[in-house]
Each structure stands twice: as C-alpha cells, then as structure tokens.
C-alpha cells in the first residue's frame, strides 16, 4: 500500500461539471467558486487517489475563526468533506446554502 502525504498542492484549472463554470485552480481549489460543488477526486487533499469521482454537493455553511466552512457530500458514496470558502467564491451561493435546513 502507498502512502500519500496529508495534502499536496496540486494547481490545475477545471470546468464545473455541475455549472459549467470554467475555474482557474490555485493548487488550494477544490470547488466550484459559482455554485460551490466541487468532485470527490481526493482521498487526501490533492492526492487525486479517490476512485469514487462523484459530485459533491454543498450541504452546509458554518463558520470557524472567521471563515465559512462549506460541507459537501458526495452525491454517489455520501462521503463528506469540510473545506475553507474562497475568496473567490459566490456570496450568494453561500448564503443560499447557509439559509437552507440542514440537509444532514
């Protein structure tokens, strides 16, 4: 078995598979910045080992030290993933995310 560091910058541009959204990757991107979904390619931040490859919905938004927090599901395994919102990202999606009940 190979082990795989805990992250690993891995910057590549992306078009949304939800949206359509083109996204330029920073190396820390790992979600759509227009409607927030992102995709299970991880099983550790930029390792691209994950085999699923399933959309990730945007379930939740919290806030830790100041920042959102987005959960995001996995739409075919039902992994979950906390990740940082962006700069970039839509307020918008954000608070229409944060407005909707829980879907947990």
Known sequence: MTTTKKFQRTKED??????GFFVR???YTNHCSQCLW??????NPGDREATCHGLMEPV????KN????????CT???????????KDDSFDA????SSNPSKR
Do not use: M, P, Q
């Not at 992306?14 to 949206?19: D, G, I, L, Q």
């Not at 992102?38 to 099983?43: A, G, I, L």
């Not at 075919?76 to 962006?86: D, M, P, Y």
């Not at 954000?94 to 995310?97: A, D, L, N, R, S």
């Open 38 to 43: 992102s995709k299970h390619v991880d099983v």
């Open 76 to 86: 075919t395994c039902g992994f979950e993933k906390r990740n940082r919102a962006s």
């Open 14 to 19: 992306f078009t949304c598979e939800r949206c």
């Open 66 to 73: 100041g920042e959102y927090i987005i959960l995001h599901r």
């Open 60 to 63: 939740e938004v919290g806030t």
């Open 25 to 27: 990757g920073s190396g």
């Open 94 to 97: 954000i608070v229409k995310i």
